[in-house]
T-cell receptor, first 113, second 116 residues
Framework: LAKTTQPISMDSYEGQEVNITCSHN???????ITWYQQFPSQGPRFIIQ???TKVTNEVASLFIPADRKSSTLSLPRVSLSDTAVYYC??????????????FGRGTQLTVWP | DGGITQSPKYLFRKEGQNVTLSCEQN?????MYWYRQDPGQGLRLIYY???????QKGDIAEGYSVSREKKESFPLTVTSAQKNPTAFYLC???????????????FGNGTRLTVT
């Protein structure tokens, strides 16, 4: 299973853009990169997933360079409600490895007024 | 609305007792999972099941047992053999057969188990 490295914590202020970078040096050819968000005492929630280049949805953008050894989750104009733990996961979500994804400690993002 | 339901939200037990945590999903997902989360830590996989009547051990299966008699249900039993059972337990589901590739996991809101 490909492991990931991300900052333990980050701080930001309301209205700013936040970029959280994740390192995954041993990513395999079939692996996708997925980000989840978790609030206290709740289960993680899917944010975005990508394989290469850039993916954007209504919540976030995901930037993946050509070598795919890292990725950056970008949250535009954060608010207090974006305070949460963000997990970067790498894995082949098909077949027998579905769900065997490495959840590290994630990045605790704190947004201040 | 489709979703995944864990019950109860809080559970208290005495040491030495077995306890069963419920997980039900109506998302028609083939695969279901149990994770454990300790304070300030990430999620660790306990057991997972990709199809009815079949399941595999995850990374920390000792002291736990599961069953998958129905597609919708994947209960987890924390046995008295589990040395440190107090934790936050999360159930997840994902994938629909051949469409499972790259489908994200859907999580329940967890059960917080306290054993004294």
């Amino acid at each position: 299973l490909a492991k990931t490295t991300q900052p333990i914590s980050m701080d930001s202020y309301e209205g700013q853009e936040v970029n959280i970078t994740c390192s995954h040096n041993n990513i395999a050819t079939n692996d996708y990169i997925t980000w989840y968000q978790q609030f206290p005492s709740q289960g993680p929630r899917f944010i975005i997933q990508g394989y290469k280049t850039k993916v954007t949805n209504e919540v976030a953008s995901l930037f993946i360079p050509a070598d795919r050894k890292s990725s950056t989750l970008s949250l535009p104009r954060v608010s207090l409600s974006d305070t949460a733990v963000y997990y970067c996961l790498v894995g082949d979500q098909g077949g027998s490895t579905l769900g065997r994804l490495y959840f590290g400690r994630g990045t605790q993002l704190t947004v201040w007024p | 609305d489709g979703g995944i339901t864990q019950s109860p939200k809080y559970l208290f037990r005495k040491e030495g007792q077995n306890v069963t945590l419920s997980c039900e999903q109506n998302l028609n997902h083939d695969a279901m999972y149990w994770y454990r989360q300790d304070p300030g830590q990430g999620l660790r996989l306990i057991y997972y099941s990709q199809i009815v009547n079949d399941f595999q051990k995850g990374d920390i299966a000792e002291g736990y047992s599961v069953s998958r008699e129905k597609k919708e249900s994947f209960p987890l039993t924390v046995t008295s053999a589990q040395k440190n059972p107090t934790a936050f337990y999360l159930c997840a589901s994902g994938g629909q057969g051949t469409l499972s590739y790259n489908s994200p996991l859907h999580f329940g809101n967890g059960t917080r188990l306290t054993v004294t």
